[in-house]
Each structure stands twice: as structure tokens, then as C-alpha cells.
């Protein structure tokens, strides 16, 4: 059986000069996992400080201007890049006084346009003027105020200084206006003016002619600035164009700059020396280190170390990172253990288990030849990247598995979009080689047919059956990674262990031999179910006694015999839930079936498959079973998984292998 990935510790001496070098090329090669955390940065030097602040300086407006040129999300990555050289700063530094320059020419004709605008604006506002200001100015017995105020309040300073003032709408709205009362009533119009948040305009000194002579000038003048912007915005769009692909290379190599400083000054050094501890596979050892003494020529001590030979791992401080290794289609699976826990280093691998249970589970959940389709066509989609779902891309081996499960699982039901005559003629041919052809090869739909209750039970059996299969694999798994860590008395005994295995499968056994060969309970059945109950339920002394621990009885006698009894139950109960539990794939297999049924009568009362209305609720049942009824069953799938599968071997969980990269944070 797989196993997880072997691990060794490598211990690294690097020289200053060579520091950046080995951790790009650590960074790179993403298959190196630091030993530890790495300290505080503030604790740390910098291998050259001057150069770290010109990298994050160049990094920062680079970040900015990718953000502001608006491809913020798009950056593909970093692979290709390295540690920026000379030449790179030289580039960074052209584009970057580039840019600045063009955002500087954008800011100053943007805010010329609103200058402009804002005349334009106001000289509208004074179209209502038939008469020159310089005359209005030298009124003898008019005091004039021109400015603006909130529009909603037009009204209500209309009704206050009515009597006392004029107030003249200025321009299409009701926010610039005149307002005219007599000299010795100016003190009180100003505090009015005041209460309604009004705010005088100057009027400019040139601006002493008719007010409609000035507008044509002024909206010349207008039209000229928001080309000048415009022009600006375009050269922009072209900059973002032209530069984008030699601003995402240099963002990328000061990316890696910036992470390099990072790392290196939160290592352990001396004035010369860094070190540099971390896991990687035992597989990739070889050929990483001789890249690393190439890369140095030389100028590196390296040391590889078993996980046995580290101390902080054999005092139980320091886990080793578990690194599952999959292809394309098992590998699909993996972020479902994770998301549960990591495997114990040195277990074995329990993703090629979930790869298979998945997919025939959810097939038998989900038999529908026609929905099956949907799914594997969309995994193909989405692994060729024709569509693109987020980060669910990576699931497309999962979609493909179980649009072929579904579809085999509907040729045996017979279902296509949930109608029965499409696949009549392949059941008949497939049925007619083994006898009387007839259609469909397995009817799940409960019929008046009195053999309809006896597949009804089939398929509850096979459920059971599977669910039986399942759990003793689970059980098999815990029983062989406990031997293999040598901790003897969890492989043996307790509910989990080997005592529990043989009271949950003899029970099975005996059940079979009472229903099908009709056979009475002998003695010796009572017995060997008895023995292995104990050992099952009753573990605690036996096992501290194999691990050497005192007293046997830690909690005492009376508190073990309270205890065990609360685990006999529970050691019952435990297997009993565990394999009726999945009596629910027969039941979602079943509903499954109704489903189908039940849209396919709706599109008989709308008029059928030939007409418009039945058309569409053939389209729109489908979408919802295929949408809501696939969550559904897939989540039902992972409950199963976990709480059935894992929970017989995942007592403990392990460190996932998450090994340094550089990445665009």
C-alpha cells in the first residue's frame, strides 16, 4: 500500500555572498520546507541593506502602478522571473519615472478640465443677467449678493425674505442665485444668507460684459480641456497596454528580491555564515543537492539527516511534514483529507481510498446517464481551461469521475434527463444477451409491481454491503499504521483495534448465516462475540500494561468498570450507526429516481416533451437536480467519508508539506 512520501532534514552552510542565490533557488525549486519558524525579522540583519531598500522601494511603486494601470488580479505568476539585476533596477526606474511622469501630465489637465468646468458652470449660472455687471455693481440704493446654496433650501429662503428681498434664479437649477434688497436691509439679508448655508461667488474683475458673451469663449475653452484629458486617458490605456508585459517580468523579479531579504534576515547567522535547516522528500535529496553545490561551485556544506537521526522529532516536539504523492486524478482528491487533517508521517496514504468510495458513491447517489454527461463535460471544460470556475479548475478530475459513475450508473437505471425511452434500445440489447431483453436494466422507481419492494431492498443491501466494505478498510488502515509505529495495543485492541474488527465483522457473519443458510446461534458464536466485546470495550488496562504504564488502573477499578460499560454501549451503537448510516446512498439513489419522476410528470402536464412549456421544465428540473441535488449528494459523500471512513484511523493528525515558494501576496 502507498505510504506517505519519505522525508529528510537538510542542514545548509551558506555563505553570505551565495545566500540570496540558494534561496532563490530554494524558492524555485518549491520542494523545501523550513524545519522551524523562522525568527522575528526585527531580531535580524540584512545581507545588504542598502540593496533591500531600493528593491522594496522599486517593488512598492511597481506594485502601485501595476494596481493603477487597472490588470490588478491578472499577474500570472513568477516562475519565470529571477533576483533583479542591474539592468532590471535601470528598467524598473525608466518605467516607474515614466509613469509618474504620465500620472503628473493626467493630474494637472484633470484638474485644469474642473477649473475650466467650474467657470463654465458659473457663467451658465449668470445667463439670466441681461445687463452688464459693472453696471449692477454701482447700484446706489440695491445691495447684490451672487453666490451658492443648497438647492432643497431655494424655497424656504424664497419665503423668508419675501418683502424684504428679491431672489432670482441664476442658471437651470435652483443653487446659484441673485439676491437683491435695499442698502439699509443688507445686515439682515447677510445673516438670512448665512442661515441657509449660502456661499458668495466672486464674480471675476474681467468679467464685467454681458454674461451670454463670455459663454461661448469659456465653452470653447472647456471643450479643449476634456480633450487634452481624454488624450491623456488614452495614452494611459496604450501605456498600461505596451508595458504590461515588461511590468509584470520586473514586478516578479523584485517580488522575489523582497521575499529573498526576507527570509534571509530571519535566518540564523553569523558575520559570514547562514544556516539553514528544512525538509525535503528523500526522492528529490540527491539531485537537489548537487544543484545547490553547483549553483555555490562549490562554497556549501550540506548534511542530510533521517527523521530518526532529529532529536526535536524523536522527543515528539517536531512532526514530520506529510507529503502525499498523486497523479492527476487521485491528486484531485487531496484537499478533501486535508480539510479533515494531514495523515502521521509514515501512515498510509487514505486518498486513493476516498478517489474510489467518491466516485462510486456519488454515482450510485446520482444515476442519471444525462446529468452524469453534464458533469463529465464539464470537467473536460474546465481542465482544458476552456471554462474557468475560481480556484475549481484543480477539482476537474473529480467532475470527470463522477459524470462517468453517474452515466454508468444511469444506464443501469435507465435514465436520461430523467425520461426512460432514451436508452430503452441499449437495455434491451444488454438484458437480450443474458435472456428476455426488457427495459429498464435495473428500475429503481417504486412501482404497484410486488418486485418492486424486493429491488427496493437490493438496494439498500448493496448500500449496507459497501458501507461494510468502507468501514472495514478504515478499520484495516488503523490496525496496519499502528503495528507499523509499533504501538501494538492500539492495533489489537480497543474499538478501532483488531478486538473491535472481529466483533464488527463476525456480527455481519453471524447475521448472513441466520438470514441466508438459516443457521441458529451456536454457543461458540456467543463466545467469540463476548471475547472480542471485552477486548474492545475493556481495553484500558491491557493497554497501559503493553505500554509499560502505572497502575493499571489509573482512574481505579470502579471508575474502569463505569467507563468500559459507557464504551460497551457506545462500541454497539458505534457499528451499529456506522453501517446503517449508509443505508442512505440506497435512499438518495431512490429519491434520486422520484426526482426525475416527478419532472418528467410536470412535463407531461404542460403539454409533454414536443411542446414549448414542457421543454422548458425539462431544462429547469434538470438544472435544479443537477445544481442542488449534486451538492447535496456530494456533501452527504463527504460526511460519509469523514465519519465513517476517517474517524476508524484518524485519531491523530500530522503536519502538511507546505514547501517555500514565491508567490505575489
Not at 494611459?236 to 522575489?256: R, S, Y
Not at 463466545?527 to 504504564?549: C, G, K, T
Not at 458505534?574 to 410536470?602: K, M
Request: hydrophobic share 45%; glycine share 8%; aromatic share 12%.
Amino acid at each position: 500500500m502507498a505510504r506517505t512520501a519519505e522525508m529528510k532534514l537538510l542542514e545548509l552552510m551558506v555563505l553570505k555572498n551565495d545566500i540570496s542565490s540558494v534561496i532563490e533557488y530554494i524558492g524555485k525549486k518549491e520542494n523545501f520546507q523550513f524545519q522551524t519558524k523562522l525568527k522575528d525579522s526585527s531580531s535580524g540583519e540584512s545581507a545588504n541593506e542598502e540593496t533591500l531598500n531600493i528593491d522594496s522601494q522599486f517593488y512598492e511603486s511597481l506594485t502601485k502602478a501595476y494596481t493603477e494601470l487597472g490588470y490588478e488580479g491578472e499577474f500570472k505568476g513568477i516562475k519565470d522571473c529571477s533576483a533583479p539585476r542591474d539592468e532590471d533596477r535601470k528598467k524598473a526606474a525608466d518605467l516607474i519615472a515614466a509613469f509618474t511622469d504620465l500620472k503628473t501630465r493626467i493630474a494637472e489637465a484633470t484638474d485644469e478640465a474642473h477649473k475650466v468646468n467650474d467657470a463654465y458652470k458659473e457663467a451658465q449660472a449668470f445667463s439670466n443677467l441681461k445687463v452688464s455687471y459693472s453696471e449692477l455693481e454701482h447700484l446706489s440704493f440695491l445691495s447684490l449678493r451672487i453666490g451658492r446654496i443648497p438647492e432643497n433650501q431655494y424655497e424656504d429662503l424664497k419665503d423668508r425674505l419675501e418683502g424684504s428681498a428679491v431672489v432670482i434664479k441664476l442658471g437651470n437649477d435652483s443653487s446659484h442665485v441673485l439676491v437683491a434688497s435695499s442698502k439699509k436691509g443688507r445686515f439682515a439679508l447677510d445673516a438670512e444668507l448665512k442661515n441657509h448655508n449660502f456661499v458668495e461667488l466672486e464674480v471675476p474683475s474681467d468679467f464685467k460684459g454681458v454674461p451670454e458673451s463670455a459663454l461661448k469663449g469659456l465653452e470653447e475653452k472647456k471643450a479643449e480641456a476634456d480633450k487634452a484629458l481624454e488624450e491623456l486617458i488614452t495614452e494611459k490605456a496604450n501605456f498600461a497596454e505596451t508595458h504590461k508585459a515588461q511590468l509584470e517580468h520586473l514586478l516578479g523579479c523584485f517580488t522575489i528580491a523582497v521575499q529573498i531579504e526576507a527570509i534571509t534576515s530571519r535566518l540564523e547567522s553569523t558575520e559570514l555564515v547562514y544556516r539553514i535547516t528544512g525538509w525535503i522528500p528523500s526522492a528529490e535529496t540527491e539531485n537537489y543537492m548537487k544543484g545547490l553545490d553547483e549553483l555555490t561551485e562549490g562554497r556549501i556544506a550540506i548534511r542530510a539527516y533521517e527523521p530518526f537521526e532529529v532529536p526535536s522529532v524523536m522527543s515528539g516536539k517536531e512532526q514530520v511534514p506529510v507529503k502525499l504523492q498523486h497523479g492527476k486524478f487521485v491528486k484531485s482528491f487531496e484537499r478533501m483529507i486535508f480539510s479533515y487533517g494531514s495523515p502521521i508521517y509514515g501512515a498510509i496514504d487514505p486518498t486513493p481510498f476516498v478517489a474510489v468510495f467518491f466516485t462510486i458513491l456519488f454515482g450510485i447517489m446520482f444515476g442519471d446517464c444525462g446529468q452524469g454527461l453534464v458533469f463529465l463535460i464539464a470537467g473536460i471544460l474546465m481542465a482544458l481551461n476552456v471554462i474557468k470556475v475560481g480556484g475549481w479548475n484543480k477539482f476537474a478530475p473529480i467532475f470527470m469521475a463522477i459524470g462517468i459513475s453517474s452515466s454508468i450508473m444511469g444506464l443501469l437505471t435507465g435514465e436520461f434527463f430523467g425520461t426512460e425511452t432514451v436508452l430503452e434500445p441499449f437495455a434491451e440489447w444488454v438484458t437480450g444477451l443474458f435472456g428476455t431483453p426488457r427495459a429498464p436494466i435495473l428500475k429503481l422507481m417504486p412501482s404497484a409491481d410486488p418486485k418492486s419492494i424486493y429491488v427496493m431492498f437490493g438496494v439498500f443491501g448493496v448500500a449496507v454491503a459497501i458501507g461494510f466494505v468502507i468501514n472495514t478498510c478504515g478499520l484495516l488502515l488503523n490496525i496496519i499504521n499502528n503495528i507499523s509505529r509499533k504501538c501494538f495495543a492500539e492495533a489489537f485492541l480497543g474499538k478501532n483495534g483488531l478486538a473491535g474488527a472481529v466483533f464488527f465483522w463476525y456480527v455481519i457473519a453471524l447475521v448472513l448465516r441466520i438470514v441466508l443458510a438459516k443457521h441458529a446461534v451456536a454457543a461458540y458464536d456467543i463466545i467469540i462475540i463476548l471475547v472480542s466485546l471485552f477486548f474492545a470495550a475493556f481495553a484500558e488496562p491491557f493497554e497501559r500494561a503493553a505500554n509499560h504504564e502505572k497502575p493499571l488502573f489509573e482512574n481505579g477499578f470502579g471508575t474502569y468498570i463505569i467507563s468500559g460499560a459507557v464504551e460497551l454501549i457506545e462500541v454497539i451503537s458505534g457499528y451499529l450507526s456506522n453501517t446503517v448510516s449508509f443505508v442512505r446512498v440506497g435512499a438518495f439513489a431512490l429519491s434520486h429516481a422520484v426526482l426525475n419522476f416527478t419532472i418528467l410528470t410536470l412535463t407531461e402536464m404542460v403539454g409533454g416533451q414536443g411542446t414549448i412549456g414542457g421543454i422548458i421544465v425539462l431544462i429547469a428540473g434538470n438544472a435544479l437536480i443537477i445544481v442542488l441535488e449534486g451538492m447535496i449528494v456530494a456533501i452527504q459523500v463527504i460526511r460519509l467519508q469523514y465519519y465513517e471512513f476517517f474517524s476508524k484511523f484518524f485519531h491523530e493528525t500530522g503536519r502538511e508539506f507546505k514547501p517555500f515558494k514565491f508567490e505575489i501576496e
